[in-house]
């Protein structure tokens, strides 16, 4: 089915509204607003200006609305955990405080005192963060705030609130507050009342994909409002490229969160003195996780040197990181960095002062390098938790942009790094209200199908593996291509991807004798995006060749196969294209696409015969969305 949903995703620094239009199998989004969601300083401390974020995001949906090629289905909201807003007889009291606040600590203490650390993480299976909610709740307690007030509503809950007029509080986001129950998955109030919060303000819990009922105001009025994984992360995971339960996910961005899909929480002490957490997921599935401190040290740094007067900026700061080797590194899940501030200092303080750390690429090398030991022990934990076998890391956000950070990771895991989709929680919030409304199937591995098939994925893998993957493609080639039964007279041709690089065997080369060295390295990104690009100019000649041209990675005297684009959009590691005597007998046959469809059911997709290079390679993208979409599953190689 197709329609259109608006996710609106708030993270802890910008906003977006974004229409998602599902189509053909295949998910598309479109950016209709973006804003800030800062926290400003105020004689009260840190706070959100929620009434701003508020008219921001119907502001964004009034240009989704206009952008939506039809009705709206519906709409659903993610922020950030833990912080949430007062409700009262009147609305909502005064302006909600912001998790970097430092009353947190204060609150931390009021909890300490009523139950010690190790027994809340058994209740609540939540490490014992100073800004969990029931810390703040604590201190809201203490001041007074909850004197009047009705419910407490966590953000996303609260702008459904100001969009409906229901309170609610949909359990993903509810689970990272510390209040919640891993197990029978609703409210410990032997906790709440133990600390003293009153069961007043708690409201009713509902789960994600409810629909919570139409919106009463604005452009959007009368279109059903849906919870998804109202934590971003909840969503980042629904849209996360999971191929199995030993993947391991890493949401990067201002935090990085990484953990494992389980099918039910993990509360030994030892758990909670790893510091791992048990986040509530979609289907009543368990987000086993770590919070790192992430790109937030990268980016508070950035605005200190700005606001000293550096020239600085990202993409030019990574280039630079990249060349640089011999950098000491830290503890990057240190409380000591989670503040605003002055970051620089806060980080050479934690290497000795080291003065090469006053270059900003030497300090951004250091931040990465940190990162990926943190990561690689964090996958290590998870495996000795779990008892599970980590092989492959599928690394979302915008983080996943971040080519020498996930290179690291790789190298420091020794395991396969998938990188992207950089917006995996709008793709899951979209997804998941699609799935609440009707137009997608059911299951999690249904709506992570829709996703591979969306999103433009980039492998990294170790260094170390990187000449075994090629060397594995040469062997592949060299035992198939000298076997008759597959490849007749030098045909065929075969190719591997790594790191964003399709390595292709040339024209010219018989496969049975093709090395290594023969690959032609293409880049993935140039030779994918050509098959939704116009035809190149007539001028330039061939437009496989022009196309070939434009995505070499080194020159070289090979010419690479004519097949580059097939190659390209197939997102297997290895493909091997032959010509099997069996295999043809039946293709070439008058009834080959009945007999193939007899023989293999959905196992194969059929391309009828049309011209090599751009032709047959837009056939073959398109016969595969339209399979994925007919049988909701990922499309499985090509037959022709």
């Keep these: 089915m197709s329609g259109s949903v608006i996710a609106v995703d708030l993270g802890a620094t910008s906003g977006r509204v974004v229409l998602a239009t599902l189509a053909d199998g295949r998910l598309s989004l479109t950016e209709a607003h973006r804003f800030s969601t800062a926290a400003h300083r105020t004689e009260l401390g840190l706070q959100l200006d929620v009434m701003r974020l508020f008219d921001e995001i119907q502001a964004g949906i009034g240009k989704a609305v206009a952008a939506a090629p039809g009705p709206v289905s519906g709409l659903g909201i993610d922020s950030w955990g833990v912080d949430y807003g007062l409700v009262g007889a009147d609305g909502l009291i005064g302006m909600p405080f912001n998790y970097r606040d430092d009353r947190t600590l204060r609150g931390r203490e009021l909890v300490r005192a009523v139950v010690d650390q190790s027994e809340l993480y058994g209740r609540v299976g939540i490490h014992d963060n100073p800004f969990n909610t029931i810390n703040q709740l604590a201190d809201d307690l203490a001041e007074g705030r909850l004197d009047d007030a009705e419910a407490f509503l966590l953000l996303p809950d609260l702008l459904g609130y100001l969009l409906t007029g229901r309170r609610y509080a949909e359990r993903t986001n509810t689970s990272t507050g510390a209040m919640l129950d891993p197990g029978t998955r609703d409210w410990d109030w032997e906790l709440i009342d133990r600390v003293g919060l009153p069961r007043r303000i708690f409201p009713e819990l509902v789960d994600a994909g409810t629909v919570i009922g139409p919106i009463i105001n604005g452009l959007a009025a009368g279109v059903p409002l849906v919870t998804v994984g109202s934590h971003d992360t909840a969503s980042a995971v629904v849209g996360a490229p999971l191929t199995g339960p030993d993947d391991v996910f890493v949401s990067s961005g201002t935090w990085s969160l990484i953990g494992m899909e389980l099918d039910r929480p993990i509360v030994t002490e030892e758990a909670r003195l790893a510091a791992l957490a048990n986040e509530g997921g979609v289907d009543g599935t368990t987000r086993f996780l ?319 015969y049309v011209d090599p290079g751009l032709p047959l390679a837009r056939l073959i993208k398109q016969r595969r969305a339209e399979h994925a979409e007919r049988t909701g599953h990922r499309s499985p190689g090509s037959c022709s």
Aim: proline content about 7%; some cysteine.
């Design 290 to 608: 770590k919070n790192v401190m992430g790109m937030w040290i990268l980016s508070e740094a950035m605005r200190t040197w700005e606001a000293e007067g550096r020239d600085v900026s990202l993409p030019d700061l990574l280039a630079r990181a990249a060349t640089i080797t011999g950098v000491p590194r830290f503890d990057a899940t240190d409380e000591a960095l989670m503040a605003p501030g002055d970051m620089p200092a806060r980080v050479a303080r934690l290497v000795g002062d080291d003065p090469r750390m006053d270059d900003p690429a030497f300090f951004t090398r250091s931040v990465l390098e940190s990162l990926a030991d943190a990561y690689a022990a964090t996958v290590e934990e998870l495996a000795q938790f779990t008892g599970r076998r980590p092989t492959r890391i599928a690394v979302v956000g915008g983080g996943s942009q971040n080519a020498l950070l996930n290179q690291l990771t790789a190298d420091r895991t020794g395991m396969t790094v998938s990188a992207g989709p950089v917006e995996a929680t709008a793709m899951g919030n979209a997804l998941i209200q699609a799935r609440a409304v009707g137009l997608t199937p059911h299951t999690l591995a249904d709506l992570r199908s829709i996703v591979m098939a969306s999103a433009d994925l980039t492998t990294f893998t170790p260094a170390s593996d990187k000449d075994a993957v090629l060397a594995e493609i040469t062997a592949l080639s060299n035992e198939f291509g000298a076997d008759p039964l597959f490849t007749r007279a030098g045909g065929g041709n075969s190719s591997a991807k790594v790191d964003g690089v399709l390595y292709i065997k040339p024209s010219g080369v018989s496969m049975a004798t093709m090395a290594a060295d023969d690959l032609v390295p293409l880049d993935l990104k140039v030779l994918n995006d050509a098959l939704d690009a116009p035809d190149p100019d007539p001028s330039f000649g061939d437009p496989v060749n022009h196309i070939a041209t434009v995505a070499r990675v080194v020159e070289g005297p090979r010419r690479p196969s004519v097949e580059i684009l097939f190659h390209a959009l197939i997102p297997e590691t290895y493909v091997l294209h032959t010509h099997p005597l069996l295999i043809n007998s039946i293709t070439c046959n008058a009834d080959g696409e009945a007999l193939t469809r007899e023989l293999f059911g959905d196992d194969v997709v059929w391309v009828p």
